[in-house]
């Protein structure tokens, strides 16, 4: 882009200005930086142009010169044409230094590797010290300006980069005792030793001599950067001295400077304090909150340094300087306020909080201030508002709320009341003249007249609403307040119920103390109408809120009556609303009716169809499930109120997925019956009711199986088998698939995924049902006969365990022996479902092992049957 | 200490947006600062647009509450500084000092080095008290001495760099940007040692000193038996002290006669370099008594160059000047009205000025009027539904006149007519503006002879005094009267 004219340049500062987003979006934003570092060397340009440019460059550094080496770059741009300028007065050259400062310290530059920061930090230092940097820097005129300046930069250097001075302490101390500009070097030292305590102390070292550097040379001997790198880890969030209990977190306690050292530190505060006089008033504060954090908790340095400063300053009105003295009230206390001094201070803080002379922002603050007042011994939890133990009925006289004082001071003002009726219903002698209770009373009915008021502006009644919160908070224990205050809610209702929605925001709020009664006159004053006013919509939207299984015919009865009123959607909706809410609240008989009218009678199509799920919900689910699906959810009204609905159903009554808190195992083998059965034993984590487990078996192996239902398990409570009857089509062994629904404590439907169960070849085994009282080994014969040709024949070895055979039959083959000549012989005769079977011959057993003759009729199941008799040896 | 940012906003009730930005300033070092120290609670400083929406919603300043907006206006969402909670993008920007006056938004947003959740007490914020400071040094530069929209137009736009003097890194270095003027114009004079930073440049001319203490003197006055009466004197002295020198003393001693009523409640400019403990002491807290300090109440101080205000103070004075009562009675359309004031022997019957503003509210305009007064004339303001009584100069030499009437008002058609919230049905009060030259109700004065200068030349010394009515108000005793008076008639009976 080339060279612009003032007038360009306005209008693109001004656009810049309007959305720098925007503006830095668009076409023009990438050149900005870069043109207007080339711009400030033009020569077409006047004074008052580069000025401007320079302020916007003050305002808008990270949006110029998004990234740190951009930033070196432009604060190398900057100091050059600083250095360049001629050598006549120049209105530039104090924002080039801003400039210059601000672009390293915004822009992450600032550091010992950069070269901006090895230019600027010497040159400002040079400047602050008044030393004579030659003609390039202007004439002597502008010296002194360039000085404080110069001390400017380098706070607000040390400020970003905490530790960056503490080299320069000494030095910086002989400049303030020579002819230097005392607000800036003050503020600068101030700063400076403030942060070299606080990282000297955190880094447990002691002073180390840099209050007695003296006058060491500016320029030339390279910048220690050691006690910023130190400070720069320190640049985190803290408590800026407030309150003194954190003394121990900052670590200040432990710092116990060498006699010497103190007597160097309390010299040179003393030396700032006693020149204080000289700064104006904002800067006298800073000062202060400085210093009182510099030595809050210095061992050796008691505070009375302070003490002569403090008696001026309690005198005037200026609030910076009162608020520094409550900061050194709440870093020392007692070490530098006798009791007799808190009260004053109190006194002074009562009266500021009310003088006619002062603004009223500054009266809210000093409200605060004694609400929050660091009180030498306080006896509530810190944190909390409260009024001063010296602060009684008698200061607050003046403190006292009327309805002609701003929404802001009257709130103000009746906490401070809220607070003397608390204490007034501890005391147990009260004052026999004047009762706050009473006051309060009165107050509050003003304001309820004012936001009865038909068109009055909704700021009355929110006030009256906040007023009535803030009573309810503090005083939610004195029915002597709350009752009245209910009493008196309830006729503003009934004066202007078009205030519905501050009700129910209220309801919302506040606790059962004020709740329950309010909930039940507002109930009463809404039924007993007709419901044929006006306030329709309003009183259907308190019904809906308040309604619940009591008085459930007055409420009915209004509704019906109401019903025929509401003839659009917004009235519709409104009376629905109230049939959800007692629906929630388990109201049954009557409503269904209501309900079923409502689904035929409502004009529009939307209504009939949620009154009519309403009625379906009503018909089909049972109380704890319809509250848990009419929960509180209905979000935001949307376009249909079945939309609106579906939300709130959508969490309530579809199943959801969960991690299962249920463990299912098979139990013993059950071998009896016409069919396999698998015992099943359940145990949970938390109490689950209907729980419906539903098996799936992979492939076509057993026919589908059935759902196990069980009402309700506990953890710890042991629950009986749980009996799984199998129908395999072929006598394999599976993998069930186990799906549980249930429904949770909290009434939501749960459906969760649990672990594979195992059917092993063993728990298909059945006995012969059929098997003869008589000649069993004839029967046995028989079926071993039998199964030839069409099934197969085997024999394998069956190692035996040291227990023998008679212990492996007795645990695994029991209920299925035929003919038993213990210890050496049995005959097994297993039925496998459906219809096959398998035959053993255990005979001739030896000491470690016994031949096994298998017969079956199925040939398939002939290499299952082996493995299991392996894999018996293998277990016994 | 430092602030992030700072705003002038002018409302504009009515404009699309509600208002326009006259001025706004960022402060980006002291964001990198805000940004380690609110962690994760950091919220940064918005663009002009969307600051200016925000903050109008939470002042209320947009015209549409006719609906229930819960983060405005529910009941837990309690003011009760002017620091405010903006939200902004989804998050919390906190904490917002601002306020408005003369129809501009003054706004800024100071540093708070902590983490921002949960709010720390603003007493532990040292930017809270410095923003103020600044704000208030921003309106009273702009508003001090001149009113009319070209003046305030021109300081606005000298508003960049003065902020750049007094603020440059947003940490604030003078509240007084007057100050800050000058040392832009003064920059070329080469400053001696010890200048004072609050005093830019010295004054070379003749010395004088000038002192002028304004008293306003406020009342509520109901005329009932249960309710008692309440006045209060508010004085404020201000000085111009022309003097040669570097750092000139100057001490001034407020004088009260002997029956005059003692100051109570002062509060001093901070040039004062002592007080004594009688002036800090005495309080309208305190039960008054015989023994309470009644002066000479001696400031000394070193003088700033521009105008100050040295001292404010209240006092109680024994009787209110100008006591009356008002009846008003309604019957139907009509009202009767009947006046009664009565100006106190002690005070001295030559005003500059003196009426008796009767205004009525939530009624339609004024139709017709019958009435009969003692003494001045009636003006009757039919729109406005106002009448001035118009006293003069002097009461007469009875101290008494009243004023009775019959007052008819047309329908109320909305918009037009005045509403007031605290006067519904018969609550009426009826409003006295007065102004005595050369004269205090306490008998407050500064003797010249007693003012002590330290500089060089004998300073020629002028004083002057006056009393001005404030909220001087005359409730009707026909009717409830707002519960204000509750707090006075504690104030009564503590005494008794």
Redesign the interface.
């Known amino acids: 882009m080339g060279p612009r004219g003032r007038e360009t340049w306005a209008q693109r500062l001004g656009a810049f200005?309007?959305?720098?987003?925007a503006f830095m979006a668009g076409p023009e934003g990438e050149d900005l930086g870069c043109d207007l570092l080339s711009e400030l060397r033009s020569e077409k340009l006047s004074e008052q142009t580069k000025?401007?440019l320079l302020?916007l460059s003050?305002?808008?550094?990270?949006q110029l010169w998004p990234d740190t080496a951009a930033a070196e770059a432009a604060a190398t741009s900057l100091l050059d044409t600083l250095v360049l300028l001629p050598p006549r007065?120049s209105a530039l050259r104090?924002?080039l230094l801003?400039a210059a400062?601000?672009a390293l310290?915004?822009g992450?530059a600032l550091g010992p590797t950069s070269a901006a920061s090895l230019r600027l930090l010497p040159l400002l230092l040079g400047l602050a010290s008044g030393s004579d940097l030659g003609r390039g820097f202007g004439p002597?005129?502008?010296q002194?300006?360039l000085q404080a300046?110069a001390c400017?930069?380098l706070?607000?250097l040390e400020?970003?980069k905490p530790g960056l001075l503490g080299g320069r302490l000494g030095l910086l101390r002989g400049l303030l005792g020579?002819?230097g500009?005392?607000?800036?070097l003050s503020l600068l030292l101030a700063l400076a030793l403030r942060n070299a305590l606080v990282i000297q102390a955190r880094a447990r070292a002691g002073l180390q001599g840099l209050l007695m550097a003296g006058d060491a040379p500016t320029v030339g001997i390279p910048w220690n950067w050691a006690l910023a790198e130190e400070g720069a880890a320190h640049?985190?969030?803290?408590?800026?001295g407030?309150?003194a209990t954190e003394v121990q977190e900052c670590g200040l306690a432990v710092l116990e400077p060498s006699p010497e050292e103190a007597r160097e530190l309390r010299a040179a505060v003393a030396q700032l304090l006693d020149?204080s006089?000289?700064?104006?008033?904002?800067?006298?504060?800073?000062l202060l909150?400085l210093l009182g954090w510099a030595l809050r908790g210095l061992r050796g340095q008691p505070p009375v340094l302070f003490k002569p400063q403090l008696?001026?300053?309690?005198?005037?009105?200026?609030?910076?300087?009162?608020?520094?003295i409550?900061?050194l009230k709440?870093a020392f206390g007692e070490a530098l306020f006798t009791a007799q001094d808190e009260a004053?201070l109190l006194?002074?803080l009562?009266?500021?909080a009310q003088?006619?002379?002062?603004?009223?922002?500054?009266h809210?603050?000093y409200?605060?201030?004694l609400l929050?007042?660091?009180e030498n011994w306080p006896l509530g939890p810190t944190?909390e508002e409260a009024a001063p133990l010296l602060l009684g009925p008698?200061?607050c006289?003046?403190l006292?709320p009327?309805?002609?004082h701003n929404p802001?001071a009257l709130?103000?003002r009746l906490?401070l009341l809220c607070l003397l009726c608390a204490d007034d219903e501890e005391k147990e002698e009260k004052a026999q003249?004047?009762s706050p209770q009473h006051?309060l009373e009165?107050?509050l009915?003003?304001l309820r007249?004012?936001a009865a008021?038909d068109?009055?502006?909704?700021?009355?009644?929110?006030l009256c609403?906040?007023a009535?919160?803030?009573v309810v908070r503090c005083l939610a224990m004195q029915p002597a307040v709350l009752t009245p205050l209910t009493r008196g809610l309830a006729q503003l209702y009934q004066s202007r119920p078009a205030l519905a929605?501050?009700f129910v925001?209220?309801l919302d709020?506040v606790g059962p103390e004020l709740g329950e009664p309010l909930r039940v006159v507002l109930r009463q004053e809404v039924v007993a109408r007709p419901g044929k006013d006006e306030a329709l919509c309003w009183h259907l939207q308190i019904l809906a809120k308040v309604a619940d299984g009591n008085a459930q015919s007055a409420t009915l009865g209004f509704l019906r009556a109401a019903a025929a009123r509401c003839t659009d959607w917004d009235l519709q909706q409104a009376l629905l609303q109230v049939c959800r809410a007692l629906l929630r609240a388990g109201v049954g008989k009557g409503l269904a009716d209501l309900l079923q009218a409502l689904a035929r009678q409502l004009e529009d199509p939307d209504g009939r169809d949620r009154a009519r799920l309403y009625y379906i919900l009503l018909a089909h689910l049972a109380g704890p499930k319809l509250g848990v699906a009419l929960g509180p959810s209905l979000a935001a009204p949307a376009a249909s109120s079945l939309v609106a609905e579906n939300q709130g159903f959508a969490a309530a009554l579809m199943v959801q997925e969960a991690p299962a808190p249920i463990r299912l195992s098979v139990g013993p083998r059950r071998a009896e019956g016409p069919v396999p059965v698998l015992q099943l034993q359940v145990e949970v984590l938390e109490p689950v009711y209907s729980l419906e487990l539903r098996f799936r078996v992979e492939g076509q192996l057993y026919a589908p199986l059935e759902a196990v239902h069980v009402p309700c398990l506990y953890p710890g409570r042991p629950c009986r088998p749980l009996l799984l009857p199998l129908q395999p089509r072929r006598p394999a062994p599976t993998h069930l698939d186990v799906r549980a629904l249930y429904t949770t404590p909290s009434g939501l439907t749960r459906h969760a995924h649990l672990p594979p169960l195992l059917v092993t070849f063993a728990d298909l085994f059945l006995p012969f049902p059929q098997s003869p009282e008589g000649d069993k080994q004839g029967f046995f014969e028989e079926l071993w006969d039998s199964c030839l040709p069409k099934g197969a024949e085997s024999s394998l070895w069956c190692p035996l365990g040291p227990r023998g055979l008679e212990a492996l039959v007795s645990h695994h083959l029991e209920p299925f022996v035929v003919v038993a000549q213990p210890p050496t012989s049995y005959h097994v005769a297993i039925h496998l479902p459906p219809n096959s079977r398998l035959l053993l011959r255990l005979e001739a057993a030896q000491v470690d092992g016994v031949p096994v003759a298998l017969r079956t009729d199925d040939w398939a199941v002939l290499p299952l049957a082996g493995d299991y008799l392996r894999g018996l040896s293998a277990a016994v | 200490?430092?602030q992030r940012a700072v705003w002038l906003i002018s409302h504009e009730p009515g404009a699309p947006l509600g208002g326009t930005v006259r001025f706004?300033?960022?402060?980006?070092?002291v964001?990198?600062?805000a940004k380690?120290?609110?962690?994760a609670s950091y919220v940064p400083i918005p663009?002009?647009?969307p600051f200016m929406k925000a903050l109008l919603f939470e002042l209320?300043l947009l015209d549409d509450?006719?609906d229930?907006i819960?983060s405005?206006?529910?009941?837990?969402?309690?003011?009760?500084?002017?620091?405010y909670g903006l939200l902004i993008g989804g998050g919390e920007l906190w904490p917002v000092?601002a306020?408005l006056?003369n129809t501009m938004i003054y706004a800024c947003v100071p540093l708070v080095?902590?983490?921002l959740s949960p709010h720390?007490?603003?007493?532990?914020?040292?930017g809270?008290?410095?923003g103020?400071?600044?704000l208030?040094g921003i309106q009273d530069f702009l508003y001090l001495g001149q009113k009319n929209d070209t003046e305030i137009n021109t300081k606005l736009n000298q508003l960049?760099?003065l902020l750049?003097q007094a603020c440059?890194?947003g940490?604030?270095?003078?509240?007084?940007l007057q100050?800050s003027l000058d040392?832009i114009n003064f920059?070329?004079v080469?400053?001696p040692?010890?200048?004072?930073?609050?005093k830019v440049g010295t004054y070379k001319g003749k010395p004088q000193v000038s002192i002028s203490i304004t008293e306003?003197v406020?009342s509520m006055q109901y005329d009932k038996q249960d309710i008692a009466d309440t006045w209060?004197v508010?004085g404020?002295v201000t000085c111009k002290c022309d003097l040669e020198g570097i750092m000139p003393n100057v001490t001034i001693s407020l004088s009260l006669p002997t029956n005059g009523s003692p100051l109570q409640?002062?509060?001093?400019?901070?040039c004062?370099?002592?007080?004594d403990?009688a002036?800090?002491?005495s309080?309208?807290?305190d039960a008054m008594d015989d023994s309470a300090f009644s002066g000479p109440y001696k400031f000394p101080f070193?003088p700033p160059l521009e105008s100050f205000?040295l001292c404010?103070y209240?006092s109680q004075v024994p009787v209110p000047p100008i006591l009356g009562f008002y009846q008003m009675k309604e019957e139907e359309i009509k009202v009767k009205i009947t006046v009664n004031l009565k100006l106190h022997e002690s005070v001295k019957n030559n005003f500059e000025f003196c009426e008796a503003h009767i205004p009525f509210y939530n009624r339609g305009p004024i139709t017709h009027v019958e009435s009969k007064v003692s003494f001045g004339q009636l003006e009757v303001f039919r729109e406005k539904s106002l009448l001035i009584w118009i006293i003069g100069q002097k009461f007469p030499k009875s101290m008494e006149i009243s004023l009775s009437g019959t007052v008819t008002f047309g329908a109320k058609s909305?918009e037009k007519q005045p509403f007031d919230?605290?006067c519904?049905g018969g609550t009426a009060y009826l409003k006295l503006h007065f102004k005595i030259l050369d004269y205090t109700l306490t008998g407050c004065y500064a003797d010249q002879h007693s003012v002590q200068v330290f500089a060089s030349g004998k300073p020629k010394i002028s004083t002057y005094r006056k009393l001005i009515s404030s909220d001087y108000y005359i409730w009707n005793s026909k009717a409830p009267a707002?519960?204000?008076t509750?707090?006075s008639l504690?104030?009564v009976?503590?005494h008794n």
């Not at chain 1, 003050?58 to 990270?62: D, G, K, N, S, T």
């Not at chain 1, 640049?235 to 800026?240: D, F, N, S, V």
């Not at chain 2, 380690?36 to 962690?39: A, D, E």
């Not at chain 2, 004062?272 to 007080?275: A, C, E, H, Q």
Request: proline share 9%; aromatic share 8%; charged share 20%.
């Open positions: 200005r309007a959305s720098p987003s000025v401007s302020a003050l305002e808008y550094p990270a007065p104090r924002p801003l400062t601000t310290a915004a992450d002597a005129s502008e002194r300006s300046t400017e930069c706070r607000e400020s970003c020579q002819e500009p005392v607000q800036p640049l985190q969030p803290q408590a800026p407030w309150p020149t006089y000289l700064l104006t008033p904002v800067a006298q504060a800073q909150w008696v001026r300053l309690l005198g005037t009105a200026q609030l910076t300087l009162l608020h520094a409550l900061a709440a004053l006194r002074r009562t009266l500021a003088h006619p002379a002062l603004p009223l922002s500054a809210l603050f409200l605060h201030c929050s007042f660091p944190g008698r200061l006289r003046g006292l009327s309805l002609l802001m709130l103000a906490h003249d004047w006051y009165e107050l009915a003003g007249q004012r008021l068109g009055g502006p909704r700021a009355l009644a929110t609403f906040q009535s919160y803030l929605p501050h925001d209220l709020r | 200490m430092a706004s300033r960022r402060y980006p070092t964001e990198k600062r380690v120290f609110n962690g663009e002009d647009g209320r509450d006719k229930f819960e405005r206006d529910s009941c837990s969402h309690i003011n009760k500084t002017s620091v000092v306020f006056k080095e902590q983490t720390p007490p603003l007493i532990s914020i040292s809270i008290s410095q103020f400071e600044l208030f960049p760099d750049l440059p890194f940490t604030l270095l003078d509240a007084n100050n040392s920059a070329s080469t400053h040692q010890k200048q004072p930073a609050w306003k406020k209060q508010v404020a409640d002062i509060l001093v400019h901070p004062v370099t002592s007080l403990s002036i800090l002491t309080s309208s807290i070193t205000n404010y209240t909305h919230e605290i519904i707002p519960v204000v509750y707090g504690l104030l009976r503590c």
